[in-house]
């Protein structure tokens, strides 16, 4: 679901995009600076009983109290990613600031305020929401951390950040055992981000240390896609594991190898760069070298096979518009 307020008389921009919030999300009170026009958007994916959100509007304070509470408590979590900006919680008598790229973590069953401002753009958050029951880790436990930040510039927490990020592109045609799939990954990268924060990575389940792995390695790949030396060796050697392991989780997940996952991964990177106006100019060997292919006409040879076209008549007849 996607909403937006533009179309909207500037009157009605807040309330609308307020009462949807809170419909979609938990309810809460809520105040802003711009409310006499609230440019603001909001999609909302469910993922069974995952819900991910990438919100953006001006300033904006809300409140959860207890009598919002008595009537309504979901029982669940909020991971709140700021993206950009500064942003401020308080809960459960703990008060914490912040920064771009860090976690707010709560729950709905304690009254909360929060607050979020961005200087010279709208602030933008992604939210996962999710029940209270995580794999692997006691509730009392994970209360711990509510108002804490949580790093996403490193280790598990990026790897959550960037699954994340990956979801809100791809919405589009994924069928509903892909969303029940996408939904346990989710929940699993999310107690192993929590997990980690608490020291209690021991506590997971074997089936989530086997996700989050492959989630790592998924990871490892695309941050390295422009390295030619990228290659299972060196994406065993990187997770300590054998590569012979490496090979059995990718044939278990049952999609390509790992070399033709990377090999798929960097042509998508070409592809898209094809399809960008602001790369007319570079030739198209750079494009190639840009995500690791060394060979032009190796290239060349693998994206016709991959695509039906040369490289060349992509970007003329699909990357102009052609």
Known sequence: ?????????????FPCWFEMATRTHVRAWGRSEHEDDFAATMR????????VSLLSYPSLQVARTLKLIRENDPEMYLLDLNLNGSAGLTYRGRSTLYRAGEFAFCG???????????????????????????????????DRLAAVPICTRRGIGA???AHLSQLMRDTDGYT?????????????????TLAHRLDASDALTPETH???????????????????????????????ISLRYLHRLFQARGGPTVRAHIRQARLE?????????????????????????????????????????????????????G
Do not use: K
């Open 1 to 13: 679901m996607t909403f937006h307020t533009h179309d909207l008389p500037a009157r009605d921009r």
């Open 44 to 51: 909302v994916w469910r993922l069974g009983e995952v819900q």
């Open 108 to 142: 709905t069953s304690h009254p909360s305020q929060g607050w979020r401002s961005s200087q010279e753009e709208p602030a933008r958050s992604l939210v996962v929401q999710f029940p209270r029951a995580l794999p692997g880790l006691a509730a009392d436990s994970v």
């Open 159 to 161: 790897v959550l950040a």
């Open 176 to 192: 509903g055992a892909d969303e029940t799939a996408l939904s346990g990954i989710t929940l699993d990268l999310v107690a192993a």
């Open 210 to 240: 086997l996700q989050v792995l492959l989630q790592r390695i998924d990871h490892f790949i695309e941050l390295r896609l422009s390295d030619p030396e990228l290659s299972p060796e060196v994406i065993a050697a990187a997770h300590h």
């Open 269 to 321: 990177r070409c592809r898209r760069d094809l399809t960008d106006p602001r790369l007319d100019g570079l030739p198209l060997h750079m494009i190639a070298a840009r995500w690791g292919f060394g060979d032009r006409t190796h290239f060349s040879r693998l994206f016709r096979s991959a695509y039906g076209v040369s490289p060349g008549d992509y970007r003329h007849t699909r990357g102009n518009g």
